[in-house]
């Protein structure tokens, strides 16, 4: 079946590194993204990563894929407070193209 | 550019009521449109998706119904609101179902059912 997990809340040191983690089920997603959540708001696409690839980097911004292990992650490198907001992770169903997303993770940024 | 709107922002209903909400896209032609629900648990749910005009999928049996009655325009209705129908609603466009198909999303409609 379609599942996508991430831990709920993270909380990090403004200047550190933050890295959220997410683990989907479906082997054959052959895209994985990351969406922004700021209170209120709707979700701002961040980045996303093909199936073939293990990594991309944008900016502060670095996605890892594992795909063996269906594991994905997003390092945030120099954690602003500006960064404070849920992160979701969604795959795609190959089938018929709909995202499945996470439960979001919850970064808080301390100064 | 490609904008996404949503209207209205927030809305408050007494339960019984009917509902209309309103997303529409610019900048763009034949978008696929979805809609989706955020409950106050988090979590995102795909309620409807279409792939052009009059075309609507229902993901999920509910108390909601979809409708595109232009090529950028997406409405969801209900006739009789339910308590269990509050939550933060969420429409989105991509550009068919090849490639990476990005979802964008509009800024989301904030409904509470007394």
Known sequence: ?111 | SQTIHQWPATLVQPVGSPLSLECTVEGTSNPNLYWYRQAAGRGLQLLFYSVGIGQISSEVPQNLSASRPQDRQFILSSKKLLLSDSGFYLCAWSMGLAGSNEQFFGPGTRLTVL
């Open chain 1, 1 to 111: 079946g379609e599942d996508v997990e991430q831990s709920l809340f993270l909380s990090v040191r403004e200047g550190d590194s933050s890295v959220i983690n997410c683990t989907y089920t479906d082997s054959s997603s052959t895209y994985l993204y990351w969406y922004k959540q700021e209170p209120g708001a709707g979700l701002q696409l961040l980045t996303y990563i093909f199936s073939n690839m293990d990594m991309k980097q944008d900016q502060r911004l670095t996605v890892l894929l594992n795909k063996k292990d269906k594991h994905l992650s997003l390092r945030i490198a120099d954690t602003q407070t500006g960064d404070s907001a849920i992160y979701f992770c969604a795959e795609r169903e190959p089938r018929r193209g709909k995202l499945i997303f996470g439960q979001g993770t919850e970064l808080s940024v301390k100064p």
